[in-house]
């Protein structure tokens, strides 16, 4: 609280009896959701992954570029990726107390896992596009 | 809100230290673990993903990396904490809906978590050796 305080009141006393938010669960919510959807893409994913074990490179290229695989594969990362962001943040603030190291650790989850999953994303689809 | 420069001491509640070592609470350590271990592994995928992008020079050298000793290693400890962490997820989404705490089926349900994780990531790894001999 950096702003100065207009009077004498806590926070807590000035939200008190004005029931929740309507809101703070969201990543609890979404947590379980990608949770639901990991296990069905995970078996697609696993089941992928060893029909491509030895394979030589062009197979593989054709095989993951190709529409169904294309697909699950995309829709496994957007979940997987989602489900990390949350379960790295909820590791974060269980254990980093300190702000300054908090923070940064909070934003650096965030582009790692933006950054991770846009670059498996856009690998599968230009496989798939031939581009 | 001013901070008080030294912390005063006082009474802490009871950690992990004061407990006896119960399953429910290592297996929840190891799902914790096992989640962090995926979080860095998925540079594997991305390493995977990105090198058949890339390339055959890229992918070959992907593919001696995996078939490395260290690699297989690592590809082993990959593939049971995935197995791990999704059968520990299904534990915790039936108990989400308010069943399985009873004694029985809690402990069932992780012994069931720990002894299916290790069976199938055998499986898996028993199949992929199969397919490495084989397919082409």
Do not use: C
Not at chain 1, 65 to 86: D, E, K, N, Q
Not at chain 2, 34 to 53: M, N
């Amino acid at each position: 609280m950096s702003a100065r305080p207009s009077n004498m009141r806590t926070p807590l006393g000035r939200v008190r009896g004005y029931g929740s938010a309507k809101s703070g669960t969201d990543d609890f919510i979404r947590q379980r959701l990608t949770a639901i959807a990991n296990i069905p893409l995970t078996i697609g994913a696993v089941l992928i992954v060893i029909s491509l074990i030895g394979r030589n490179h062009a197979s593989v290229a054709q095989i993951l570029g190709s529409t169904p695989v294309a697909i699950v594969m995309v829709l496994f990362i957007i979940s997987v990726f989602y489900h990390m962001r949350i379960g790295m943040q909820a590791i974060i603030e269980d254990y980093v107390h300190e702000e300054r190291a908090k923070y940064p650790l909070l934003i650096l989850n965030t582009f790692f896992t933006i950054a991770a999953g846009f670059s498996a994303i856009y690998a599968i689809l230009k496989l798939s596009f031939g581009v | 809100m001013a901070e008080a420069k030294v912390p005063a001491e006082r009474p802490l509640s009871p950690h992990l230290t004061i407990y006896r070592p119960l399953l429910s609470m290592m297996m929840s350590i190891v799902h914790r673990i096992t989640g962090a271990a995926l979080y860095i592994g998925t540079l594997l995928l991305v390493w995977w993903l990105l090198a058949a992008v890339s390339g055959p020079g890229a992918y070959a050298s992907f593919q001696s990396a995996a078939a490395s000793f260290i690699g297989r290693i690592v590809l082993f400890g990959y593939t049971w904490a995935l197995i791990h962490h999704m059968l520990g997820g299904m534990r915790y989404l039936i108990w989400d809906t308010g069943r399985g705490f009873g004694a029985a089926e809690r402990e069932w349900l992780l012994r069931a978590n720990l002894v299916g994780s290790i069976l199938l990531t055998i499986i898996l790894w028993v199949v992929g050796g199969y397919l490495m001999g084989g397919l082409r």
